[in-house]
């Protein structure tokens, strides 16, 4: 059945190109496709009389074949590491905080975040990494903190279901490590993508139980609107790195950014500049009023933390 050349067919509506190097998978994703398999993918069993499920109705094909293609990912998920990049407060220069980045190393190759979370989703286990990755964080790149930082760090809000029950470990690994709470901060990525309003609030509510910060993401990408801003009130806020990269003085970013820096202040929500790349960004951002900076031109992610202050080359713009 299978030539040497490429094989084109639409198992769910729409056309797929198969390469020829990809043939000798093909029968290990063919053989996934098990009775048991296709029952739990579809959203509910076959009534009396419907017609056996389709396979390539049951799931996506890319699914199978990523997740052949990421076999790497359950040995990852035990070699979380990561890299921490600093987050400067811009009234002084000295590092409020840092974030922390998940990384994997796996065979000596270092595996990045989007790589990680993509192999997450398509192997069904985006809840499980996530509350995984939070406790690695805590318990590996807290007490690396110099002295009153701040540990930022990232979680996506779909996968907590219930925060009484899914954050527990989180709260556990901090415990462990004796975390001062004041010095955490969970920041949400993704919070528009999330549709529930009401269960984002109430998880907000319950990392500040504790008596963390809390932040969201992406402000001015869409990602992040106005309304969620108003509804949340975090304690942070982070200005898109679309909204900042390549800004200048007659830049027509110039009055969006600075509305948006004053209509979080007017919340009593604190502002970070992402993205930061060059130095004229850096004095843009600082004279339009934003709280903190982060981005390369101030420290790269690295394996150990940075101190103490604000990289050589941007030390001078706090130099009386």
């Not at 070699?79 to 987050?87: G, N």
């Not at 398509?122 to 805590?138: G, K, M, P, T, Y």
């Not at 982070?238 to 003085?249: E, M, N, P, V």
Request: charged share 20%; hydrophobic share 45%.
């Amino acid at each position: 059945m299978l030539a040497s050349h490429d094989v084109a067919f639409e198992p769910w509506g729409r056309a797929v190109r198969l390469p020829r190097e990809t043939f000798p998978q093909l029968k290990a994703v063919l053989a996934g496709f098990s009775r048991t398999e296709r029952a739990d993918l579809r959203a509910a069993p076959p009534q009396a009389g419907e017609e056996s499920p389709d396979p390539w109705q049951a799931a996506p094909f890319e699914q199978w074949v990523q997740r052949l293609d990421s076999r790497w990912f359950s040995t990852a998920c035990q070699h979380l590491l990561f890299y921490l990049q600093p987050i400067v407060a811009l009234s002084s220069g000295e590092v409020y905080g840092q974030e922390a980045l998940v990384r994997a190393c796996v065979e000596g190759e270092l595996i990045g975040a989007g790589a990680l979370l993509q192999a997450a989703t398509v192997h069904d286990q985006a809840r499980a990494f996530d509350a995984q990755a939070r406790r690695v964080a805590i318990r590996t790149a807290y007490p690396q903190l110099a002295e009153g930082q701040v540990l930022f760090i990232n979680f996506a809000p779909g996968v907590v279901y219930n925060p009484d029950v899914c954050l527990q470990t989180t709260f556990q690994a901090c415990r462990e490590v004796n975390a001062d709470f004041s010095r955490l901060l969970f920041e949400v990525t993704e919070s528009e993508a999330f549709p529930d309003l009401g269960l984002l609030a109430a998880i907000l509510q319950r990392y500040r139980a504790e008596g963390a910060q809390v932040a969201l993401d992406d402000l001015g990408a869409g990602q992040t609107s106005l309304t969620y801003l108003d509804a949340l009130r975090p304690d942070l806020v982070k200005l898109d790195r679309g909204l900042i990269q390549g800004l200048h003085a007659d830049d027509h970013r110039v009055p969006l950014i600075g509305a948006l820096i004053a209509y979080a202040h007017d919340l009593g929500i604190r502002v970070v500049a992402e993205g930061i790349e060059r130095e004229e960004e850096l004095h843009m951002v600082r004279d339009l009023g934003a709280d903190y900076a982060q981005g390369y031109f101030l420290g790269r992610p690295a394996p150990a933390p940075q101190h103490p202050g604000v990289s050589a080359r941007a030390s001078r713009m706090w130099t009386p």
